[in-house]
């Protein structure tokens, strides 16, 4: 299948705005597959705090158009769960008007990747409008934890890495018992951990399990209950028992993924992840440290390979 065969205005329903709590909006931007992120956002009576930008001019361009659907207030804070493009690409479109949190490590990232990051978009997903992106980076950032107000709302921003990056924070509203995961949960989505840690992931699961959240805004995905962490939890353990048995038998990670039954993960999207988060999960047999550089550009190859060197299927 060539580029110009993927339905670029595939028929997706229009992003879904879903009140969770009074005054706190996911933006749901179906199918939550590659680059289909869910901001979400908290509208207080003197300001709205955002949670993610999205992945091109456009679809940031909509979300804000949501906001100001709700609020008349301005966006004065924006958060960046992770440093990944679909959550950050659109910083720059709030940039004027708000100061953006994110961790140490995501800003980081960003200005390290910066000059690349465009056009290495258009290289992994060629058949995207990203639009006018400038790459722009948290401005305020923390290590561990760091309390916002929305009025008298608190919402805790908590590092959990490294799980799908090193770069991940939570926002947790403990009065409304809301999570805002951040891809520490996709829903009826491969999970990717290439660029984190598989046996950090877990532990970053038993974090946001313990907080007790009754309503869960994933990062990609339909909004969700606390039952969604073990979906993600036991496709984890799916990946870390499937590099185990292949490490065993001499197999490299695109044998393992070519091999592998993915049973019910299969009706997951984008499971041409098997191959990276196997390439993570190697890497963890070898005890190298949680998070640490591995190849990533041969993992995306191989994905390409897994998926008989279609592009991967994007629809941002
Ligand atoms: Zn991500």
Redesign the pocket.
């Known amino acids: 299948m060539s580029t110009e065969q993927i339905p670029a205005d595939a028929q997706l329903p229009a992003p879904e705005i879903v009140e969770v709590s009074d005054g706190i909006f996911a933006y749901i931007q179906h199918d939550g597959s590659w680059c289909l992120?869910n901001p979400a956002f908290v509208a207080a009576a003197d300001q709205v705090i955002a949670i993610d930008a999205c992945a091109t001019e456009r679809r940031t361009r909509l979300f804000q158009e949501a906001i100001a659907h709700i609020s008349e207030q301005p966006v004065r804070t924006l958060v960046n769960?992770?440093?990944?493009l679909?959550?950050t690409f659109g910083n720059y479109l709030f940039s004027e008007d708000a100061v953006i949190v994110g961790h140490a490590n995501c800003r980081a990232e960003i200005l390290h990747d910066a000059p690349e990051l465009p056009a290495r978009a258009r290289q992994m997903f060629p058949s995207v409008d990203w639009g006018d992106v400038e790459v722009v980076a948290p401005s305020l950032t923390f290590e561990e934890r760091l309390s916002l107000y929305a009025g008298r709302l608190e919402l805790q921003l908590i590092y959990v890495s490294p799980a799908?990056?090193n770069t991940d924070v939570i926002v947790w509203l403990p009065e409304r018992k809301v999570v805002i995961a951040?891809?520490i949960v996709f829903h009826k989505g491969t999970p990717?951990a290439l660029?984190g840690s598989v046996a950090g992931w877990l532990d970053a699961l038993e974090r946001v399990r313990a907080l007790g959240a009754e309503t869960i805004i994933p990062?990609?995905g339909p909004v969700a209950g606390p039952e969604v962490l073990d979906d993600v939890a036991d496709y984890l353990r799916f990946v870390q028992q499937a590099a185990q048995a292949g490490a065993e038998a001499g197999a490299t990670p695109l044998e393992v993924a070519r091999d592998l039954d993915l049973g019910r993960f299969a009706e997951w999207t984008d499971s041409e992840r098997i191959v990276g988060n196997l390439h993570r999960a190697y890497s963890e047999l070898r005890n190298e440290p949680r998070g640490a550089n591995i190849d990533t550009a041969t993992a995306f190859a191989q994905m390409l390979d897994y998926n008989g060197g279609q592009p991967l299927r994007c629809l941002a």
């Open positions: 992120n769960t992770h440093a990944h679909d959550h799908h990056t951040g891809d990717f660029m990062g990609h």
